[in-house]
């Protein structure tokens, strides 16, 4: 009986031995098909090494296969070609989304350069000092479509590449003067991006093994064969090519919630014919969701910058990295802000190194956009590594048309009225956007849309008999949403004496203020109130400070301070306020304040006061002008050194607004109070 069982022992045995050898080979068979770097696949194959000496009940053996698993899976070598039609493009992006011509631009922009870099017509210097050998190499590449140029020796090629931009320098090793190690040295230092490929009929171990680790890109020994140096050069191209067309192509989409950034990536990756992907930082803290964890940890696992690369099998995708300026502070796991340094730097990310795949992997190729609400709250040197493209908040023509393309067609669907579809007018769209929404982006009006749609559709089950087509009117959206929530603050007010308009700009896009002044009996305080930061509070005090400097100029008598407290107020107060923007608008009300002159409420007033008088400059501007539109405001003060802000602004933004530029706080005053 005990035979029996050491001989089932030993089928068992031999069994889980065989079925080890063949789980063993499938993972060579998949390591060369792969397509791996070389020094990738010799990691692979060291591992797999390893794993013919473990046992398989090992954790280790487990570990090693999980990790040779992981290897072969990622697209090394696998890329979606890129749709290289700016017309396609262009029709993709208008279809989708409204207005963002900025955006558009820029996108078609790097579609533009990648078509031009790609037909260029590749430039390559030959350099030999036997003619024969140049010769017969410049025939061989003239006849492949390139343009070649000759140099008879180092000293002449060093001349021509200072002159000219080339792609691929073939060139002799052994030369009078400059010799051919001596030039590849050269070309690297100057021109890291050229290609360099060693011809010599002096080939030795010793020769290449120093050219390549100098840089060239290969090493051909005489005589060649032609097909050997048509590929060779092809490859070459191929690489310089793929280096050039992939830098640069980090942006930032930065701007208030609902103006679209995160769905304009996807709109980019359709229109350039590449995957997908979208990666949330918000509240990310663990530096190893970027870079990984190690294999020595239990249940380790790459960072979700390979993750995604692995999934959309392509390595070259678009890559969103949405809600950048949200990333959770530094603690002992580490910092994600600083750990994407590394990802979106095109210099670095050639050689990507992730902590559980321990080898390099180029993200060159990967086109990467960075979403966030302030571009200034990201990190200085990663936002430095991007290239920022401000989305600002849409006017009203602007969400009407966006809502009667996009949003009510979607809603429509959505809410299962295709069969009997309702009539938005654009009359009922404005009613929605002036007395029920108050944002600079489009989700309250999409939700304000859906309440519609879902009330439409509630109405369509209860009463099956009804006319099922409705044309929403401005009545009947005050029956389907209720009373309006907001009201035009500015037109609905009248001129008080000491109630400046001010504008803001926020996260959520720009919104109006009123500074309140008052005064009362007193001992020369100043009151400041209504959660107002220390950049505001310093803004009222010079404003005073002014004010009492030059009381005259403003015919006010110089004792108003005495006996005298002076209260500025910036409502609502519970929500904290702060930024250089606000100090003419506080002197404006208190110069109103001590003259007994009403302030005109549909004039808004935006600029920072110096000590001297004069206004300075401030930010924001299309968001502010888009706030005074939404406010019912007539005429914008802003500072002269916004001229070239305003002027670049669409017709559209300004439309029915009087923009009025001055750099003295004197011209503020006599245009914002009646006389």
Not at 398 to 421: C, F, M, T, W
Not at 514 to 528: D, N, P, S, T, W
Not at 573 to 583: T, V
């Amino acid at each position: 009986m005990v035979e029996g069982v050491f001989q089932e022992v030993n089928i068992f045995k031999k069994s889980e031995d065989s079925r080890n050898l063949a789980t063993l080979e499938e993972f060579r068979q998949k390591i060369n098909s792969a397509h791996m770097p070389s020094g990738v696949k010799q990691i692979a194959e060291r591992e797999l090494d390893m794993m013919c000496r473990m046992s398989p009940a090992t954790a280790e053996y487990t570990i090693s296969l999980a990790y040779i698993d992981y290897l072969v899976s990622l697209p090394w070598n696998r890329k979606t070609a890129d749709s290289l039609d700016l017309v396609q493009a262009q029709k993709i992006l208008d279809e989708r989304h409204y207005g963002l011509s900025d955006v558009k631009e820029r996108i078609l922009e790097h579609l533009a350069v990648k078509i031009l870099v790609l037909n260029k017509k590749p430039r390559i210097l030959v350099v030999d000092d036997e003619a024969i050998a140049r010769d017969n190499v410049e025939h061989i590449l003239k006849k492949e479509n390139y343009t070649v140029v000759t140099a008879v020796n180092g000293v002449e090629a060093v001349e021509k590449l200072e002159t000219g931009v080339f792609d691929v320098v073939l060139t002799d090793l052994k030369m009078e003067k400059i010799d051919g190690i001596a030039l590849l040295e050269k070309v690297k230092n100057k021109y890291p991006d050229v290609q360099v490929i060693m011809i010599t009929a002096y080939a030795a171990v010793d020769s290449a093994i120093e050219a390549i680790k100098k840089g060239a890109f290969h090493y051909i020994a005489k005589p060649f064969r032609l097909d050997e140096v048509r590929s060779i050069v092809k490859q070459a191209l191929e690489k310089k090519l793929s280096t050039v067309s992939a830098k640069g192509s980090v942006l930032c989409f930065a701007g208030p919630p609902g103006t679209g950034k995160t769905s304009l990536g996807k709109s980019i990756a359709d229109a350039l014919g590449r995957k997908f992907a979208r990666i949330s930082l918000g509240g990310m803290k663990d530096e190893a969701e970027i870079r990984g964890h190690r294999r020595t940890y239990a249940g380790a696992m790459p960072g979700r910058i390979m993750e995604e690369i692995r999934r959309t099998e392509s390595s070259n995708p678009v890559i969103m990295l949405d809600e950048a300026d949200k990333i959770g502070g530094q603690d002992f796991k580490g910092d994600p802000e600083s750990a994407l340094l590394e990802v979106l730097d095109p210099e670095q990310n050639r050689n990507f190194l992730d902590h559980y795949l321990d080898v390099p992997f180029d993200l060159s190729n990967v086109m990467f956009i960075v979403t966030a609400n302030v571009a200034d709250n990201i990190q200085g040197p990663l936002r430095d590594r991007m290239e920022v493209i401000e989305f600002s908040g849409y006017t009203e023509d602007e969400k009407v048309g966006i809502a009667l393309l996009h949003i009510i067609p979607k809603q429509i669907r959505e809410q299962g009225l295709s069969d009997y579809p309702p009539e938005f007018s654009a009359a009922a769209v404005s009613e929605i956007i002036n007395n029920y929404t108050r944002e600079a982006g489009m989700r309250n009006l999409e939700r304000q849309i859906a309440t519609i749609c879902r009330k439409i559709a509630t109405e369509f089950v209860y009463h099956k008999e009804a006319v099922r087509l409705i044309h929403i009117t401005p009545e009947l959206v005050e029956r389907f949403l209720g009373p309006r929530k907001y009201y035009t603050e500015v037109a609905d007010e009248k001129n008080r004496i000491g109630v400046v308009t001010g504008l803001v700009w926020t996260e959520a896009g720009g919104d109006i203020m009123f500074v309140e002044a008052a005064q009362m009996k007193g001992r020369r305080e100043l009151i400041l109130t209504g959660s107002l930061g220390t950049v505001m509070r310093e803004s009222a005090q010079a404003a005073l400070s002014y004010i009492r400097s030059n009381a005259l100029s403003f015919n006010i008598g110089e004792d108003f301070f005495e006996s005298r407290d002076i209260h500025i107020h910036v409502p609502a107060g519970a929500i904290p306020k702060d930024g250089p923007s606000a100090g003419a608008t506080i002197a404006a009300s208190l110069v109103s304040l001590f003259t007994g002159r009403p302030a005109r409420r549909d004039i808004a007033v935006s600029g920072e006061l110096t000590l001297s008088g004069r206004i300075l400059p401030v930010g924001g501007i299309k968001e502010k002008i888009l706030a005074a539109r939404r406010a019912g405001v007539k005429t914008v003060v802003l500072p002269l050194r916004n001229r070239v802000d305003v002027e670049n602004l669409p017709q559209d933004v300004t439309k029915g607004l009087e923009i009025v530029l001055t750099d003295r706080i004197e011209e503020i005053v006599n245009t914002v109070l009646i006389k």
